[in-house]
């Protein structure tokens, strides 16, 4: 024979169990440099920027001229 409960459980009690299991939005703030939304405590990840200093250099976006585009076709 299987395990069986010996008394039905409540849509109460149940609802009171499952109230512990709830999940939380992450914590979010926007950047004051790009205004992108990320963690708090945390260098931006898109600009480099905490507090308004700039702590890692961000990667400058690379701008193909025209002729570079020509050598690839």
Known sequence: MTALPKRRISTRRQGKRRAAQKLTPPALIKCSHCGKL???HQVCP???FYK???IVQSPK?????KEEKRTKD
Do not use: M, R
Request: proline share 7%; net charge neutral; with cysteine.
């Open 61 to 65: 976006l690379k701008v193909k001229s």
């Open 46 to 48: 898109y600009c480099g």
């Open 52 to 54: 308004g200093e700039e």
């Open 38 to 40: 990320i963690a708090p």
